[in-house]
């Protein structure tokens, strides 16, 4: 997809990225503030949660959230906010004549929310229903916990829900208060720029919000070895779920980044796969995951997935012997080139639209302050080698830093320190 990609710095202290999309009929617009779980009060990891809840809803200019929510749509256009670990946001996607309407609208919410009490009981009772909701997914429950025992922010649904009561009004308060500065703001704005990014800049620099001091940094999480695999009992659960991370040193080039996407690829992507494909030939498993996401300090590499209990050492067995394979002898250049293409081809095939070009561009801004620029992924693929891999691999197996979680019912209890065994065997 055509398009440039431009950084600003405007007058308030807001960072942003416009990326130009020449002849595109939709914008998609994120505004993003370091404002996520980790700045809650201590044993009140929602109150970011909440506030987010509160803040796309009544304000000084449209008093209800029915209001504002029938303003802002009127001609079809959407929003959402959100909360995660680290950051708090809030998007739209508009027909590309409504931008600067629909900015203006997400800055009349942003900067003068109202916070009645009305409003913050109701929705303490909406974000309650919402955990109870996340709560049935099993497999992101028991990341959470996992990620909890081992040292990261996470918290699980169950213990965020039982902190809701605790939450008041005054905390919401106090967390907007201190994450809602315009130099705790960045943005990343994709669609036809040419003729929109003068008003929408305009809007920006002129948000209703103190200066602050600077874009908050980020937690220095502590990551610490699990003494045994956690266990988590579930008897509602047929199978299990299981997930292992191991935690890496941040990584300092793309190359890595790079890498390690190529051997998520390589072991999990597709019937052909060296682990997927291997595990569905033998009717052992109708999935399994590859993932990673990143810290300050760290980049965690993740495989996940659900199994019966029968079919789990023999699921482990395979998963460690394709890592150690590639990490011990590396890969024939054949397959470092067909994974290239493929590679190419499904980053082209996933960044089509405004807003898959802007989530493209979003993490690594956010978190890093850098720009990946899409263009040159094509280039960058070059210096994914079967040495690079190879390091990646041999990391993985040798970090110093690792947990495995397993959640199980009550009649079928894995011996989870064999199964660990098992990924950590020489």
């Given at each position: ?196 990014q003068k008003p929408i800049t305009e809007r920006l620099a002129s948000i209703a ?218």
């Amino acid at each position: 997809m055509q398009h440039n990609v431009r950084h600003v710095t405007l007058k308030n202290g807001a960072e942003g990225l416009y990326i130009d999309m020449p002849g595109a009929g939709v914008v998609a617009i994120d505004i993003v503030f370091r404002a996520g779980d980790y700045l809650s009060p201590a044993g009140k990891t929602d109150t970011a949660h909440v506030m987010e809840h509160l803040v796309l809803g009544a304000n000084k200019k449209y008093p209800s959230s029915k209001e504002y929510s029938r303003e802002f749509s009127k001609y079809g256009a959407y929003n959402n906010a959100y909360t995660g670990d680290y950051h708090m946001g809030y998007e739209a996607e508009c027909e590309a004549s409504e931008a600067a309407r629909i900015t203006d609208l997400l800055c009349d919410a942003i900067e003068a929310p109202l916070f009645t009490q009305t409003d913050f009981i109701a929705e303490i009772g909406n974000v309650r229903e919402e955990l109870k909701m996340r709560r049935n997914n099993d497999d992101v429950e028991l990341s959470l916990m996992l990620e909890d025992a081992m040292g990261f922010v996470p918290k699980s649904f169950k213990q965020r829900e039982s902190e809701l009561s605790a939450i008041t009004l005054a905390d919401v308060h106090a967390h907007y208060k201190k994450t809602h500065t315009s130099s705790n703001m960045r943005f990343v704005i994709a669609g036809p720029m040419d003729h929109l990014q003068k008003p929408i800049t305009e809007r920006l620099a002129s948000i209703a919000l103190p200066k602050g001091t600077g874009y908050i940094e980020l937690p220095d999480e502590q990551p610490k070895q699990l003494k045994s695999p956690l266990l988590v009992r579930n008897a509602n659960l047929d199978n299990l779920c299981y997930r292992w991370e191991a935690v890496l040193p941040m990584f300092s080039s793309l190359v890595q980044r790079d890498s390690l996407s190529a051997l998520q690829e390589l072991l999990f992507n597709g019937i052909h796969s060296r682990v997927f494909g291997d595990l569905r030939e033998k009717g052992l498993v109708y999935g399994i995951f590859g993932s990673n996401y990143e810290t300050k300090h760290n980049v965690v590499n993740v495989i996940s997935g659900q199994v019966q209990t029968a079919n789990i050492a023999d699921v482990f067995e395979i998963l460690h012997k394709e890592i150690a394979t590639i990490a011990n002898n590396g890969l024939p250049e054949k397959e470092v080139q067909d994974l290239r293409k493929r590679a190419y081809g499904e980053v082209q095939r996933y960044n089509q639209t405004a807003s898959q070009l802007s989530g493209w561009y979003r993490q690594p801004f956010i978190t890093r302050n850098e720009i990946i620029y899409f263009d040159a992924f094509a280039e960058r693929l070059e210096h994914v080698t079967s040495s690079s891999i190879q390091a990646i691999a041999q990391a993985i197996l040798e970090a110093p830093i690792d947990g495995l979680g397993i959640m199980h019912n009550d009649t079928e209890v894995p011996d989870a320190r064999q199964l660990f065994a098992k990924l950590k065997q020489g």
